[in-house]
């Protein structure tokens, strides 16, 4: 996470100067092998700084995947495919607790990395033949020190696309606590096995479809503000209710996942919105915009993974008291964002 975070501070950047497809096919190869390499390392600290690399590389695509809706979509448009993005990428983290843990019983975690090499191969070839060049050569940028550094000023200092990217990062930060607890979670406080992340994930990628696709189909009906407001106020509830169960029920798959799915519903809804919002306040320098996002959301993830999660996870009620303290704070920052002056 350390190293997806810190490259997605110049993927962007350096797509803005050298386009979206090349850096795309470079970063998908070394995302591969390093994979294979993590498949093959007898030592811990090899093992390490493989992962670290494998991170760096598999910035990329997120990255410049949100700079290539907004360079080829505008408005509801833009809106709509950024749910498809975003719904593959709130999924991911909760799909692939399930297929680790069938792989790592079924024939062990080394093919876990063979697994991740193969599927790094399959979206290069389809980069490779569907994905064209999105930003023409006339709308590239320097990439010389000083004029990107000028550029990294501006876009930080531009306080609403900064509160709008937080905003994401500590949304997602109340989902995201409950994927990197889940082997706590079901195996301490449910009693399940390796082989059962299925009973948490399923129902959580359900929730997330349902808000990407809710997202998808109210773009262009609804003002962005509005579709934000009912998501946040989704995730309100939902959290607010994951603390009532974890202070007065008895534990129970349902009463502990079912404020998750919920509020991975609500997320789902608004993090399109919010992200296309942030990239608008850069219109020129949309893969820096998208860079910067990244960093703050994975920077964040990084974070959660590394000194929340390990303080809270050890009782349902931490757990469900992060969650709501995470919104919270991303809900006060856009009710600012809502009501403050351009």
């Known amino acids: 996470m350390l190293g997806f975070a810190i490259m997605t501070l110049f993927s962007g950047s350096i797509s803005d100067a050298f386009g979206r497809r090349g850096i795309t096919l470079v970063a998908l190869f070394i995302y591969s092998m390093t994979s294979l390499a993590c498949a093959l390392v007898n030592d811990i600290d090899s093992f390490l700084w493989l992962r670290l690399v494998q991170g760096v590389a598999a910035s990329v695509g997120i990255v410049i995947g949100r700079a290539v809706v907004r360079d080829l979509y505008t408005g509801a448009n833009a809106q709509r495919m950024m749910s498809n993005v975003m719904l593959f990428f709130a999924m991911a983290p909760a799909i692939a607790p399930i297929v680790g843990g069938i792989l790592e019983v079924t024939v062990g975690w080394r093919y876990i990395f063979v697994f991740l090499m193969f599927l790094g191969l399959v979206v290069l070839l389809m980069v490779a033949v569907y994905l064209p060049e999105t930003l023409p050569k006339q709308e590239r940028h320097s990439m010389h020190p000083i004029k990107l550094m000028k550029n990294y000023v501006y876009a930080v200092t531009n306080i609403k696309f900064t509160v709008l990217a937080l905003i994401v990062a500590f949304n997602f930060a109340g989902f995201f606590i409950y994927i990197m607890s889940s082997p706590q979670l079901l195996f301490t406080h449910l009693g399940y096995a390796a082989d059962d992340f299925y009973i948490m994930f399923v129902p959580v990628v359900l929730g ?83 860079s910067l996002q990244g960093f703050m959301h994975m920077g964040g993830n990084a974070l959660v993974a590394g000194l929340v999660a390990p303080l809270v996870f050890g009782s349902i009620a931490g757990l469900a008291w992060s969650m709501f303290a995470f919104h919270i704070i991303g809900l006060l920052l856009f009710i600012w964002v809502a009501y403050s002056a351009d």
């Open 208 to 290: 997330i479809m349902v808000g990407s696709y809710m997202s998808a189909k109210v773009s262009g009906h609804y003002s962005t503000l509005k579709i934000i407001t009912i998501g946040s106020v989704i995730m309100l509830f939902a959290s607010f209710i994951n603390v009532m169960q974890a202070s007065f029920l008895d534990v129970s798959s349902f009463s502990v996942i079912a404020p998750v799915v919920l509020y991975g519903l609500g997320m789902a809804l608004t993090m399109p919105a919010l992200t296309v919002l942030g990239i608008d306040r850069l219109p020129n320098h949309r893969g820096l915009a998208s």
